[in-house]
């Protein structure tokens, strides 16, 4: 993903917050993957086959999903990378730099600007 902007979704189809967010990021990877937005879903969700028959209905989410079904709990990752709540979302830039650890808020602005910037 070297020289894309990349957003880190640690999301759970089980979340209300997170589904909501959810049409939200499906529109930015539609407009904006062309030019350079990848995406990557870690999700907490804990049954693979209930998972696996979400995004089968949810075709326009082709980007990469980390899903660990043996996790009592949430993706070993949240854990890992200090995630508290979620729908968290990390954007990182095209340089490779983690730019922001909490851009649910305001992740489609931040996203359009970092795309803007030249990879340098």
Known sequence: ????????????????????ELPKVKKLYAD????GLEIVGVSSDRDPQNFRAF????KDMPWPQLID???KDWHPLTAKFGV??????????????CRSVSAAENFEELVRKLLDEKAG
Do not use: Q, Y
Request: with cysteine; glycine share 4%.
């Open 84 to 97: 508290e709540s979620i729908p968290t979302m990390f954007v990182i830039d095209r340089k490779g730099i």
């Open 69 to 71: 079904p043996t996790s």
């Open 55 to 58: 995004l089968d209905d949810n």
């Open 1 to 20: 993903m070297k020289g894309k902007v990349v957003l880190v979704d640690f999301w759970a189809t089980w979340c209300p917050p997170c589904m909501a």
């Open 32 to 35: 904006l993957h062309a030019r």
